[in-house]
Structure formats: C-alpha cells, structure tokens
C-alpha cells in the first residue's frame, strides 16, 4: 500500500475486476481510454487483469482508493531489454472510472505518488505517461 495526500494506491486484486469491468464499460469513460467502441467481457478482464496479479509480467496494476473506496486504477510498467533487465523506465498509464471524483485531484495524486514509487523504490531513471 502506498499513501498519498487525498489517495491510497493498493495492489490491485481479484475482488477489483466487478468494478473494472464496468468502468470499462461505461462510454463516459471509456471515451478517454480505449474508446466507446471497444467493450469488454468480464473475461476479458480477468485474463488481462490476471497475469499482473500472479506476477507473471513485467507491469503491476493499482487500485486507487479514496476512503477505502476504489475509484479507478494505475499501470506500472517496468520496462525491460531483451535479456530481461530492467532498462531504468518506468511506463505509468491511469483511469478515474468513478466519474463523481474527476476533477478533484485524485488522478493528480495518485500519479505524484507512482511517480516517487517508480524513481525511489524502482529504481526508474525515467517515468512517462502516455495520455491517450
């Protein structure tokens, strides 16, 4: 768990992917991510969601909490070189799904505290966002 000022980023988990699912389900907001035109299954999330979970890939996912409440999720991606090391970047990509809470802040800080996580704990030289 990690702490912000206004959020609390959490491993994301199997109990997480009913919520998900209908973030990436409501056009509102899929407007801003992957696009209205591209549903997902339940099934679909539990096997993207899944191998991050089991520690399978080089990319973690968050929930972002506020008040013990999840209102959308982070991606972490440690990026790594053909011979599996860690090449010192860090790929973070976000989404408020609860749309009551955007424009408050949360995503903002939700990001300063991956940001830190990434160049302190990871060890990034670099971290990016590619906004979409």
Known sequence: MIKGGKTILRPLNKKDF???????????????????????SKDWVKNHFNPAI?????????????GKRPIGYMANTAEKGDDG?????????????????????????ALRVMINYAFKKQGAQRVFLTPR
């Open 54 to 66: 089991e520690g399978k890939v080089n990319y973690s996912y968050w929930t972002i909490e506020v």
């Open 85 to 109: 090391l860690f090449m010192g970047r860090v790929e973070l990509d976000i989404l408020i799904g609860e749309k009551s809470m955007w424009e408050k802040g949360y995503g903002s800080d």
């Open 18 to 40: 009913s919520i998900i699912h209908k973030w990436l389900n409501d056009a509102e907001v899929m407007v801003y991510w992957y696009g209205q035109d591209k549903p997902r």
